[in-house]
């Protein structure tokens, strides 16, 4: 069952999300609560998450698609300590990261795929790079967890709004900030999935994909054969 | 182009092993098995030019094991050598076992699916490890070649579910390549907005030294 309509659905989907995290970025960077290296990775990773609002856009309109706005607001929490700033920034990459990789396997065009890889790549090492500045283990496990497009919504969702991530610049989100981090309930735990994730993966993998590409009707040997030629 | 690298990556290339195989396979059925014009197909005489394009998925995750073994060795004689410290010496332990944890699923599901030819551990020439400074700028070269590899074989993979397993390793190689920048002391560990993305040939040039 596929959870996305077409290309043009998965990349205004990753636009939503390029849009939320540009704007996040955007106004970390002006609250002054980083300093340093923290504030450098923060406007570098910033100007990452611009390129990506622009390359998405740039490929919708290619594409004959009309590209998602930006929200006029996000119902971000406070941005008023560096730990709840960097704790939100580890929360927001790794689901921006887990989305991508639950996309990438039905987007059609090939061009569109690379892109998305290579933007996934960068999501998951601004995740990584903040683990690390929040003391978290940065990378959680041998294989990284796929966040499926409804469990990506429900975890956007309080900070999207009432919009929803709806294309309307005009109607302001109802509700003020919560001035609280994404709700325990719903927002999909990271070290969990991860944990399950390496798991199915390494346990289920190996047996799911060879016998996937078994059932596929590879006509060879039963067993592996050893025509080393002496 | 499959002979080159295919020799880079196994010790033990044999062609006519490859031909004997392709003998017992032709009789696959399904085009999609067989990936079209991929390496069984090709036997003697094939030209040097075929395009990662013809690579079969299998190919492909042979390809990928055979980086991940270069990988593996390389954190293993790192994190022997006792020359990481704190924070870098723990991560370093750390991802070796992914790396090996990478070797054993994509051996497993090679083995699965009756690969001839898996990959296997090879011997490599890696500069001497003897200071964290020299291991963390050599993990800053080989890293994003594995990042590139697998985003540069995404779009190649004619069974888009080998894309969840792909993209959950190569998110992973990502995480480590940003970490080991940092602990570098990058000021910026992540370089642009978008990872790298090379061809098997590229991989191949970059990889070519570093095999023994």
Known sequence: MADFKDDLDILNYALTLEHLESTMYQQIVASGKLTGDEQQYATDFGKHEAAHVQALTQTIQKLGGTPVAAQAKYNFPAFDTRDNIVKFLVTIEDLGAGAYLAAAGEVKN??????????????????SIWRRQAKMNPVVGAFAAPVVRADVLKAAAPILGASGGATTTSAPTTGTSTGTVLPQTGAPNQETNNGLAAAVV????????????????????????????? | MHDRYLRLVTTEFNRRTLFKGAAGAVGAASALAMGGNNLFNLGFGYAQSVLAADMG??????FALGLEHLENVMYRQINASGKLTGEASDLAKMFGTFEQAHVDALSKALTGANYANIAKEGTYK?????????????????????????????????DKSLLGVAGA???????????????AGNK???????????????????VKPLIG
Do not use: C
């Open chain 1, 110 to 127: 090939p061009d569109v795929l690379t892109a998305a890889v290579q933007i996934h790549n960068i999501e998951g090492e601004h995740a």
């Open chain 1, 202 to 230: 390494a346990g289920v993998a190996a047996v799911g994909i060879g016998a996937a590409l078994r059932a596929r009707s590879y006509k060879r040997d039963p067993k592996p054969v050893e025509r080393g030629n002496s």
């Open chain 2, 57 to 62: 998925d299998l190919d492909i995750l042979n």
């Open chain 2, 126 to 158: 890696f500069p001497t490890f003897d200071t964290q400074d020299t291991i963390l700028k050599f993990l800053n070269t080989v890293e994003p070649v594995g990042v590139g590899a697998y985003t540069g074989a995404a779009n190649k993979l004619k």
């Open chain 2, 169 to 183: 390793i190569v998110q992973v190689e990502a995480r480590q390549l940003a970490i080991t920048m940092a602990l």
């Open chain 2, 188 to 206: 910026t560990p992540v370089a642009g907005a978008l990872s790298e993305s090379f061809t098997a040939d590229e991989v191949n040039t970059k």
